[in-house]
């Protein structure tokens, strides 16, 4: 590096053999250099002016559907208010306004998270080289469709993205603002800040995946990602377990190259829950996934981790008692999940281990995440010596201790049986004295009230349960597995203090021990290349549809939906692409031939194709190659033009987002971001309780635009709905094909599309569709093997042929 003389002063200049430097110009470039700097930090901009004006337009078609919880508002001193039968409250806040309001905070809370994610990886990226040039894929040219297309902006380094992450931050904090006692007052501008939110979501969604991509080197793209284990039956209990739950690459990564450094990590098992499960896999193909976070619960109560490592999202607020009352230490990572932990981030290594070792700490905050690394694969490897000590311990005195053992470890017991009085207890002297219950007493203990089955939120009938294990008939409770959520309401419900989650473990432990599978590891973004290959298709419905599958493992029927939903329509020849827990509940199921689906279906973007995108975060990756399909396609232009890229969306492209298990804030925010950019979503029947859908009226024509000729023009309802909720699988799936009805369907598309249709609702309702009066527009689209059928039923419904718009659009 070039140094200028020590006695340089302002206006000197420097001259060698061949070489002069003036040192005015060099500061001139630089002053010049920080004043574009920050003219272009200024430019960034989403114009939340023009996009309020696209809200209103999509709220003109699909009007809000609310369903509150209470109608009471408890939001400030003033109340709490009544809102019922149209009342107001204090602040003159009605029901509809509040409701609205609540669905603005969930989305900015959904939001929220994301954002604080990609903030992280950022600054990591910013310490790691502030002008590291960002890259993806030589076959990507489009590397950021939804920073540019809402920025102008093609990020080129970390400066970008921190200039960029600056303008999402100033976003919510607007958006918070206006949920203030006293602020907004409009349900319409409540909506448009919520539809804002999620697009803020969606965009933070995108910033994460680009930093961390570039700064752990993940896969850019390629098809054909490593096959991964996954299931509770592929941890390998006889090594060391670290388990890492939450959805942040950092700290996983850093166990695993620490275990890597040491040459470790043959002799340890490595494995992750929820989204920090699938970033450990594109890290490592040795890692393993427990699976989503239905698990977690499950998981935590077997025992098997030795050490847990957290970092944010999607961890259960009782994470710290939990593992406390199994003995097994924690180690946070983040601000965000501090859990009142001690932080230790400054102290050595080895003196942290000691003092948990020792029984002095059940856990720590290490925010250093190399530090983390360390810490725990070396505890990992004490604790499981003193796990094996404390087995020869009990071996020694069988008489003291009634043992329901699998391979010498307890997987039915949940609580320390030694009586510490007041004295500090070493690991291996608290798992000496762990006491096991006999699952067979517990179940006698039952007394039937059947508050368990009043409480359980997907209503599994966990009394009857009960009440036929009593004799000794296990396969009901047995079959709970893979559809319990993992919440334990039961349990804390309980006058017995039953510990139904364990039962159903117990019940369940021959299924456990056989849950081995497989699942593909996130490929990250869809090339361009894929997107030429298949945007006419998709515009134009030879390939009937893309169907993005998100959301939480909250399944009113079982995870087993999620994977019949992707293959009911794999088999039809619609691209699906999963991501988060949505991807791992598709992995955890077999066809017929015993497969998983991603064994059997191609990772290629084209029809027929099953894509695991990544995490939570890999999201955008969906959601962006429908935007780049309206670019690379259609040629619309991307910078700034999110109003027309979307309505090039809604009109023209058949994707389709389905949130079948939704849950938490964040996915809400997702669906919320999604319904912005005029891709429709489906939630299942628990996700209701976010309390508002987006609903069209199949029963009033809908009036668009024809851009070709500016004339207007009647079209199909198409889609029908921009949020809806099903109320079964079997809705989910005759919904599912018409939502990706398009107006811009050509004749042979329109009759693929409504075939498919067609066929789904005789499979699942056994009937005939009533309403195809609406999107027949010719006689040349109606289904070959229903035609005389659907003909009869169009001559009772007085249709008539029209013609539809060439290039359709609500502008």
Not at 153 to 162: E, F, G, R
Not at 199 to 213: G, H, R, V, W, Y
Not at 290 to 318: H, N, T, Y
Not at 401 to 408: A, D, P, V, Y
């Amino acid at each position: 590096m070039f140094l200028p003389p020590s006695n340089y002063k302002d206006g000197s200049s420097f001259s060698a053999r061949g070489l002069n430097v003036d040192f005015d110009d060099i500061d001139s470039y630089i002053k010049e250099k920080k004043e574009v700097s920050k003219a272009y930090a200024k430019s960034i901009s989403l114009d939340y002016p023009k996009l309020r004006e696209w809200d209103f337009k999509l709220l003109s078609h699909f009007k809000p559907f609310y369903a509150p919880l209470c109608d009471m508002c408890c939001m400030c001193t003033y109340g709490k208010c009544d809102l019922s039968e149209n009342k107001k409250g204090a602040c003159g806040i009605n029901l509809e306004k509040q409701q609205s309001r609540l669905v603005l905070l969930t989305s900015c809370i959904g939001a929220s998270t994301h954002a604080a994610h990609a903030r992280d990886m950022v600054d990591r990226l910013l310490e790691h080289d502030p002008e590291r040039e960002l890259k993806y894929d030589s076959s990507i040219d489009i590397t950021s469709p939804i920073i540019t297309t809402l920025t102008g902006i093609i990020p080129q380094n970390a400066s970008d993205l921190d200039q960029i992450m600056a303008c999402v931050e100033k976003e919510l904090t607007n958006l918070m603002a206006s949920a203030h006692t006293g602020q907004e007052g409009d349900y319409l501008d409540f909506e448009s800040k919520a539809l804002h939110a999620g697009m803020i979501d969606n965009l933070s969604m995108e910033i994460a995946e680009i930093a961390q991509i570039n700064l752990y080197d993940l896969n850019k793209g390629q098809e054909d990602t490593p096959l991964l284990e996954i299931g509770m039956g592929v941890i390998d209990r006889e090594k060391p377990v670290i388990l890492a739950i939450g959805h942040s690459i950092a700290p996983g990564t850093e166990i695993i190259d620490y275990a890597e450094k040491m040459e470790m990590e043959e002799d340890l098992e490595i494995c992750g829950l929820c989204c920090s499960a699938i970033e450990l896999g594109r890290t490592s193909p040795r890692s393993k996934i427990v699976g989503p976070i239905s698990r977690q619960l499950m998981f935590i109560k077997s025992g098997a981790p030795d050490v847990v490592v957290l970092d944010e999202q999607c961890i259960r607020a009782d994470i710290f008692e939990l593992c406390a009352e199994n003995h097994i230490p924690i180690i946070a990572t983040s601000d965000k999940c501090s859990l009142g932990l001690p932080d230790k981030t400054d102290e050595a290594p080895a003196v942290i281990i000691n003092e948990i070792l020792k029984g002095e700490l059940p856990g720590v905050l290490i925010r250093d995440v190399k530090k983390v690394g360390q810490v725990a694969v070396e505890l990992s490897h004490q604790v499981k010596e003193c796990r094996k000590t404390a087995q020869e311990m009990k071996a020694r005195s069988p008489e003291d201790l009634k043992l329901t053992q699998s391979n010498g470890r307890c997987y039915i017991c949940s609580s320390c049986g030694t009586d510490c009085e007041g004295e500090t207890l070493s690991l291996t002297e608290h798992f000496a004295g762990q006491e096991c219950e006999d699952p067979q007493a517990l179940i006698e203990e039952c007394i039937e009230c059947g508050q368990c089955d009043r409480v359980c939120p997907v209503m599994l009938p966990l009394n009857q349960a009960i009440k036929d294990a009593k004799t000794d008939d296990k396969e009901l409770m047995a079959s709970f597995y893979g559809k319990c959520v993992g919440c334990g309401k039961c349990s804390e419900e309980c006058s017995q203090d039953m510990p139904m989650v364990n039962l159903i473990r117990w019940a369940a432990q021959d299924k456990i021990e056989a849950e081995k599978f497989l699942i593909r590891s996130g490929r990250g973004p869809i090339q361009d290349v894929e997107i030429r290959r298949v945007g006419a298709p998709i515009v134009f419905g030879d390939i009937p549809g893309v169907l993005a599958l998100a959301g939480c493992s909250n399944y009113s029927q079982g995870e087993k939906e999620v994977a019949l939903i992707a293959e009911e329509y794999l088999k039809r020849g619609y691209i699906v692409v999963a991501a988060g827990c949505a991807a791992m509940d598709i992995a955890l199921y077999k066809d017929e031939d015993g497969e998983t689906l991603y064994e059997k279906y191609s990772d290629r973007f084209d029809k027929g194709g099953l894509l695991n995108l990544g995490p939570c975060v890999a999201n955008a990756h969906a959601i962006g190659s429908a935007i780049k399909i309206a670019n690379i396609f259609a040629r619309v232009p991307l910078e700034k033009n999110f109003v027309d890229i979307s309505d090039y969306i809604l009109n023209r492209i058949g994707v389709c987002v389905i949130a079948w298990g939704a849950m938490s804030q964040k996915a809400f925010a997702i669906a919320t971001g999604a319904n912005r950019w005029g891709i429709p979503t489906i939630i299942g029947p628990q996700a209701s309780k976010y309390r508002r859908l987006y609903l069209g009226n199949e029963e009033e024509p809908r009036t668009i635009k024809d851009k070709r000729d500016g004339s207007t023009v009647v079209s199909e309802p198409a889609p029908v709905h921009l949020a809806y909720s099903a109320e079964s699988m079997n809705e989910c799936m005759v919904m599912t094909a018409k939502m990706c009805i398009r107006p811009n369907d050509t004749p042979k598309g329109r009759l693929i599309k409504l075939t498919n249709y067609v066929d789904i609702h005789q499979k699942y309702y056994g009937i005939l569709p009533s309403d195809l009066v609406h999107y027949i527009r010719d006689e040349k689209e109606i289904p070959f093997k229903y035609k005389d059928e659907i003909l009869n039923q169009l001559k009772d419904a007085g249709w008539e042929p029209r013609m539809a718009a060439q290039e359709p659009s609500i502008l």
